[in-house]
């Protein structure tokens, strides 16, 4: 498609709206917090899609694996 969105690329966004909601359904619900700054990078290259989660510093990360399982 020239000068337009391709399929994949509506893919992709949908990917990163949905590991953001789940994350942040994740803090609600476990964390009790309502409210968290979350961005989603996602790439589809060579077939495999790549996503980059940027959570707050100030986040425990001891909960890594079950947010991961979530």
């Not at 020239?2 to 966004?13: H, K």
């Not at 909601?21 to 964390?31: A, E, I, K, P, T």
């Not at 700054?37 to 909960?63: R, T």
């Amino acid at each position: 498609m020239e000068n337009g969105m391709t399929p994949m690329s509506w893919v992709n966004i949908a990917l990163a709206s949905c590991v953001t909601m789940c994350l942040q359904s994740y803090f609600s619900n476990y964390q009790e917090i309502e409210e968290l700054a979350i961005q989603v990078d996602s790439s589809y290259e060579e077939g495999h899609f790549k996503l980059d989660i940027h959570l707050p510093k100030d986040l425990n990360s001891d909960n890594e694996q079950e947010i991961l399982s979530f």
